[in-house]
């Protein structure tokens, strides 16, 4: 069952990263390509398994950024944190990004850099 997200403003997009991530996921398994990209077993988390085809295949079709480094930023932007021991290794995860739950990622915010201006329309 395809699920749709509420649109929410911000930054200029109408759909969110986090949203973007979570649909980017569910693609990647409907179409066989969770060898490239795809939900730990417990759906708490998600992994990038081949770095190249990611970016080359994946990233192109959900993500207006091409470089990996720039993928990464908005991960760390969205407060994602990424396992760096045990079997989930490398994983990303958010407690808000989790499988079969995609309203959650309404609660995910961006966080503001310290040092950047917003713009106030009209001033």
Known sequence: M????????????????????????????????????????SGCAFGIHNLERFVEII??????QSKWTSFQRQLNLYDFKRYKCGPESGSYYHE??????PELCQKIKRIEIKGVKKIIPGK
């Open 59 to 64: 990233m192109p079709k959900h993500f207006k």
């Open 96 to 101: 808000f990004f989790l499988r079969y739950k």
């Open 2 to 41: 395809k699920k749709k997200f509420k649109p929410r403003s911000g930054r200029g997009h109408t759909v969110q990263f986090p949203e973007k991530m979570y649909t980017m996921l569910e693609q990647a398994a409907q179409l066989g390509m969770e060898d490239i990209v795809s939900w730990n077993a």
